[in-house]
């Protein structure tokens, strides 16, 4: 049950920004029903605050109040209504709204999806390491709970907001919305998006992003692209992560790009390995590549 | 299981357009390729609409099977998979023309007379 207003909809889901200051204890109530509330302008610091309703209940929607239910009554007439309205639409015209917002500052922003355990966190971290002499770079980190990733992250000396969807298995645009408004993104610059770990339904949820990066671990199965379809044909980039441990492993990467290509034949697809630095190379070049696209677009 | 947030938006939009009507009938349209099952959404529906304008009103599906043209001979196949390769010419790719559709179709409100 929504526990701001008692209305029985919605997990609560809070953010928290990650510096190497403090952290700022802004707390977001993102039920998708109707609270409403200010952060200032984006790039603007978090901060503790009321939540504002702007909106009145209607009475079929306070207290224990049930709506009518029951047979037809005499009196009462029944009356067909075409909507032809997309379930995702407002999720999809946030989401456009964020990608006009960061492709206005040349923010490359990636999400980055993948089973639990694929080594997300663990890549994040040895490029933010890598890379922080030459770019500048923030994370947003969705996780259900715990700010353990955050923390991690600011462990590498970059800035992170922590986003704990609850009882939520993906992060919507709205999410990274107010994200955006907690975290100081700097023009020219890298965003990774770390989504809830999950193959299914993030693919669904457009944030705004520039591109979806699935991380596809060799400790998976070479079948993983043909068992979650939908998530491979909606990333442009999969990093098949861990390769360090593919002498120990009956893991073919011959098969698993050959499944992956099938599933989007546009798919880029690089071998890499965060412990080992094998192949990051060719990770690195593909996100100045695209860095600079944005900057110039 | 995105069924429920997709679920809750349905019963958002539904509930908005009711303007205070009681909702007796949901028709939705769920495509085969859109990554939501349509089990999961009537049992998700139940949930949802409680304490709302559309509780008890009864949820329909129509569920589109999925269809894709090959960008290189232009054929058009049955699709089961969001991709694939063309069947007929081997080479080109299938891009899906049917069953991604998540959509409300229609909705019935009962209004006082």
Same mark, same amino acid.
């Given at each position: ?11 609560? +889901?809070?953010? +928290? ?24 302008? !984006? ?140 975290? !100081? ?39 993983? !692209? ?72 | ?113």
């Amino acid at each position: 049950m929504c526990v701001t207003c008692g209305c029985g909809q919605g997990a609560e +889901t809070e953010l +928290t920004l990650h510096d190497d200051e403090h952290v700022h204890g802004g707390h977001t109530h993102l039920s998708n029903h109707g609270h409403s509330h200010d952060h200032g302008a !984006p790039g603007g610091h978090g901060h503790d605050h009321e939540h504002s309703h702007d909106h009145t209940h209607p009475p079929f929607h306070s207290g224990n109040a049930r709506a009518p239910t029951g047979p037809m009554v005499p009196g009462r007439d029944r009356r067909s209504i075409a909507l032809e309205s997309q379930v995702l639409a407002k999720n999809q015209l946030i989401a456009e709204r964020n990608r006009g917002w960061l492709s206005g500052r040349g923010i490359l922003a990636l999400n980055l999806v993948s089973s639990p355990g694929a080594g997300k966190t663990t890549l994040l971290e040895r490029t933010l390491v890598d890379l922080r002499d030459e770019l500048k770079m923030a994370v947003i980190e969705g996780d259900q709970a715990t700010s353990n990733d955050a923390q991690r992250i600011l462990a590498t000396g970059t800035c992170a907001v922590q986003i704990n969807t609850g009882t939520g298995c993906h992060l919507e645009a709205d999410m990274l919305e107010r994200a955006l408004h907690l975290l !100081p993104a700097e023009p020219n610059s890298l965003l990774f998006i770390e989504n809830v770990g999950n193959l299914v339904c993030p693919a669904l949820f457009d944030l705004g992003e520039h591109s979806k990066v699935v991380i596809f671990s060799v400790t998976e199965g070479e079948d993983k !692209p043909l068992k979650y379809p939908h998530m491979f044909a909606a990333a442009s980039l999969v990093l098949l992560s861990k390769t360090d441990l593919l002498p120990h492993l009956r893991f073919e990467s011959k098969r698993a790009v050959e499944n992956a290509l099938s599933v989007n034949p546009d798919l880029e697809l690089l071998e890499v390995s965060a412990y080992s630095g094998v192949g990051l190379d060719s990770w690195y070049t593909w996100l100045r590549r695209n860095l600079a696209a944005q900057e110039g677009s | 299981m995105h069924e429920l947030s997709i679920t809750r938006s349905v019963v958002a939009i539904v509930s908005e357009r009711a303007a205070g009507q009681r909702v007796t009938r949901v028709l939705l349209e769920i495509g085969c390729l859109s990554a939501v099952m349509p089990d999961a959404v009537r049992f998700c529906f139940d949930v949802c609409t409680r304490g709302t304008p559309v509780e008890g009103a009864s949820l329909e599906i129509i569920e589109i099977p999925g269809r894709g043209r090959c960008d290189s001979c232009a054929e058009e196949t049955p699709l089961a998979a969001p991709a694939g390769r063309c069947p007929i010419c081997r080479t080109g790719r299938l891009r899906p023309t049917a069953g991604q559709e998540l959509n409300i179709k229609e909705m019935e409100v009962e209004s006082c007379v």
